[in-house]
């Protein structure tokens, strides 16, 4: 959706048949990005947040609206790259959509498991694909972090991976993770 009234048109109709919006691209800085200001403008939207510091996804989006039979309107709007989309969809999407579905757990299972490399720390929280191994009789759990930064990798890497590994920001103290230290797996494969 590359012009206003396209996605005006598209937002229209999803809200007329939808609780929760759910929309990939348009969220960035590009002067294509054109849905924040039609969510602003047309539906009088409130912008919860509109970047978040987590990579990937930072301009992930989250507004709400009062629809036209003044029920609550939810959008969740993902970058459009597909691997942050899929992230954030994780972290953010599925979750509210279990919570509104009655679900116990929402956030769904999140484990521990020792990080099988040594990994260089962003300056945000990072969550990158990974393949968790519970524990057994001779090991701890263990995950080992797959794709690499190439679009294709990573993209194959959505689809061999059963978790989101959670990493934590850079600090001064720390800017390695190393090998064998211990980190959260959100499993990705419980839907």
Request: charged fraction near 20%; charge should be positive; proline fraction near 6%.
């Given at each position: 959706?590359s012009?206003p009234?396209?996605t ?6 999803g ?5 929760v ?13 054109l849905?924040?200001?039609v ?8 912008i919860?947040f509109?970047?978040?510091n ?16 003044k029920r609550?309107i ?8 597909p691997v942050?989309a899929?992230v954030?969809?994780?972290l ?8 509104l579905?009655g ?16 990994l260089?720390?962003d ?10 191994q519970?524990?057994s009789m ?8 797959v ?8 993209l194959?890497?959505?689809s ?12 001064e ?10 980190v959260?797996?959100w499993l990705?494969?419980?839907?």
């Amino acid at each position: 959706m590359s012009r206003p009234n396209e996605t005006l048109a598209k937002l229209q109709e999803g809200i007329r048949c939808a609780d929760v919006i759910v929309t990939t691209g348009s969220v960035s800085m590009g002067e294509r990005d054109l849905l924040k200001q039609v969510l602003k403008e047309d539906f009088n939207a409130d912008i919860h947040f509109g970047r978040v510091n987590l990579k990937p996804g930072k301009p992930t989006t989250f507004a709400s609206c009062e629809g036209p039979d003044k029920r609550s309107i939810l959008f969740f709007c993902l970058p459009g790259n597909p691997v942050s989309a899929s992230v954030t969809c994780h972290l953010y999407v599925l979750p509210t959509l279990k919570r509104l579905s009655g679900q116990i757990l929402p956030e769904g299972q999140i484990v521990k498991a020792q990080i099988q490399s040594e990994l260089k720390l962003d300056p945000r929280v990072e969550f990158k694909r990974g393949i968790y191994q519970a524990a057994s009789m001779e090991t701890p759990a263990s995950v080992h972090i797959v794709g690499g930064h190439m679009l294709s990798s990573n993209l194959l890497s959505v689809s061999t991976a059963n978790c989101l590994v959670q990493l934590p920001s850079r600090t001064e103290e720390r800017s390695i993770l190393y090998k064998n230290s211990w980190v959260d797996c959100w499993l990705t494969n419980d839907l």
